[in-house]
């Protein structure tokens, strides 16, 4: 923690003019750079990747000049300066994934949400690391390393570093249940997780080769995080013994072969170790439980003799497929017992009666999931004593509330039975006795609710001039009934339509509708015609006439001047 502390406390802050980051030159450089910043050959290698943008990746770099492909090499100065940022191209997602799977590193990246399904798609092409989502303020920086950081050192994966042509390697996760304790089946190529302090997995491998090898091959498999192992291969192609003069073997090859190099050769007709099986016996498809399953269920549960399957305790069965730990061990939720019966694949719950699901947790029982004498209200299925809902319409603990359902003809009949007179039309003697037995019955003065849930459900309807008013609801799920709870108004509007003052009304509506029309029409157009007045009235106001005379105008007057009265 000081190391990082002090590493994080010099390192220089820079920006870019575009938002991608260098990230992949970045995790090039970590993984390429083992000595010079201290990875431990045998420790578990985690970087942690923080960020909430993108990255940049091959080709990116020719942009600004960087036109020489990464190499892949370690180029830091002073164990944290790159020193080839300006001349090498950033590295593509292939090169530093190969190069981080090379040295065992393990990703955590750490995004906000913005960019966390681009970095969900990244970690795809890794085998192994995890995403999480980072906050907006990384307050939740801590927990997020320290949850990932758990759920990766708990898990126990191994991993073929190369294939190798030929040769083909299988094996069995057995997880740990305790301690000291391991599954005793496990899982064909699987992987154990949630695996405690001072707990141990173990994996059974299987290598097998198809060809002859002419040389010695090194077959490497990889525990991530916890180191890796080298098996060193090589196949015996021919024997020498198999040269050597042979005699036949009647105490050890059943008289039917002779022995060669340690084994039987059997005559024709014979097969199998000892040569004591004749005919088709021999055959290990019939030790198989499907054509493309193992045989006898694979090495570590039986080998097929004669025909038949000879197990390994405590595995038992026609094709080795059960094994007496696991039903000792078999969680059958106390409601039934784990066997194996004839066809099975593997040991299974044989549930006790009243009792289903793998593990027998789910009970057949469906008065948990009746209403109104009906299972689920007859709108889903009882499942594990929990109603199912055919439809999203339906919800409730037994699918009786409907959003979009209008159920207020559903209850009239009831209605006209509580209320109703006994000569009311529609009321039926046989409906109100199923309305008993199915309504929970409450009489209200109320004529209007306020609650949302009962607007929703206010209902009424008209019958022999008197107006009936309800609202049902279904029971809350915390209580267990059957019976819908029905609110009726005791009182219903009664009383007989006088036709003539129904018309008299109507016509009034009529003239007061057109009177108020008028009205409003008579107001717009005043109130156009004030405006209008108004205009007139500013523009005389600011009107402005010139005092100068008009160049048109013509005197009307004239003067002669007479030449003799000026002589007189």
């Known amino acids: 923690a000081v190391v990082s502390t002090q590493s994080t406390g010099v390192s220089e802050v820079s920006a870019s003019v575009d938002r991608p980051e260098a990230g992949m030159d970045a995790l090039m450089q970590v993984a390429a750079c083992k000595e010079p910043i201290g990875w431990r050959e045998h420790s578990r290698k985690v970087i942690v990747y923080l960020t909430d943008t993108g990255f940049h990746f091959a080709g990116d770099g020719k942009l600004g000049g960087q036109v020489e492909r990464n190499d892949g090499e ?163 192609c021919n024997c020498s013994c198999a040269t050597q003069e042979t005699e036949r073997a009647d105490d050890i090859c059943s008289g039917n072969g002779i022995e060669q190099c340690g084994a039987c050769v059997c005559d024709e007709g014979f097969s199998d170790d000892l040569c004591d099986c004749a005919g088709q016996a021999g055959n290990v498809t019939t030790c198989k439980m499907t054509p493309s399953g193992q045989t006898c269920g694979g090495p570590s549960k039986g080998k097929c003799r004669c025909g038949e399957c000879d197990c390994i305790p405590p595995n038992y069965g026609p094709y080795c497929q059960c094994n007496d730990e696991a039903e000792r061990n078999c969680d059958c939720s106390g409601n039934g017992k784990c066997e194996c ?54 919800k409730g603990k037994f699918c009786q509330q409907c959003e979009f359902c209008d159920r207020c003809l559903e209850f009239k009949a009831c209605v006209l039975c509580v209320v109703g007179d006994s000569d009311t039309p529609g009321r039926n003697a046989e409906d109100c006795e199923d309305c008993d037995k199915a309504l929970e019955v409450y009489l209200t003065e109320e004529r209007k609710v306020d609650d949302e849930e009962e607007k929703e459900n206010w209902c009424e309807f008209e019958a022999e001039d008197c107006v009936y008013e309800y609202y049902y609801r279904p029971p809350p799920d915390d209580i267990k009934t059957t019976r819908q709870y029905l609110y009726i108004n005791n009182d219903p509007d009664c009383g007989p339509i006088n036709i003539i003052w129904v018309i008299v009304g109507v016509m009034l509506a009529i003239i007061l509708m057109g009177i108020i029309i008028i009205c409003c029409w008579k107001c717009v157009v005043m109130y156009k015609d004030k405006q209008e007045y108004k205009k007139f009235i500013e523009d005389m106001e600011n009107t402005k006439f010139a005092s100068t005379q008009s160049p048109l105008y013509n005197c009307p007057i004239t003067h002669v001047n007479n030449p003799i009265a000026r002589k007189m």
């Not at 057995?174 to 707990?199: A, L, M, Q, R, Y």
């Not at 109104?372 to 439809?391: F, I, L, R």
Request: glycine residues 8%; contains cysteine; proline residues 4%.
């Open 74 to 236: 370690c180029w830091l100065e002073d164990k944290r300066t790159y020193s080839k940022e300006k001349i090498l191209d950033y590295p593509s997602i292939h090169q530093v994934v190969k190069k981080m799977v090379q040295n065992q590193m393990i990703p955590i990246f750490g995004v906000t949400s913005k960019v966390l399904d681009l970095y969900r798609e990244l970690q795809g092409f890794y085998p192994y690391g995890s995403v999480g989502e980072l906050s907006a303020d990384s307050s939740n920086l801590v927990d997020l390393i320290v949850s990932e950081y758990e759920s990766i050192s708990s898990k126990i994966s191994p991993r073929q570093t190369e294939s190798i042509d030929g040769v083909k390697l299988e094996y069995v996760a057995k997880c740990p249940i305790s301690v000291d304790e391991f599954d005793p089946v496990g899982v064909k190529n699987g992987e154990c997780t949630e695996v405690g302090i001072e707990e141990k997995a173990m994996f059974e491998f299987e290598v097998t080769a198809d060809t002859c090898m002419p040389e010695a091959k090194n077959l490497t498999i990889e525990f991530v995080g916890f180191g890796q192992i080298t098996l060193d291969l090589s196949t015996l």
């Open 341 to 394: 019966p004839e066809g099975a694949t593997s040991s299974v719950c044989a549930c006790e009666p009243g009792w289903t699901g793998d593990r027998c947790e789910c009970t057949t029982n469906t008065e948990d999931c009746m209403f109104n004498g009906v299972e689920c209200d007859g709108h889903g299925k009882c499942n594990c004593g929990k109603c199912e809902c055919e439809s999203t319409d339906y």
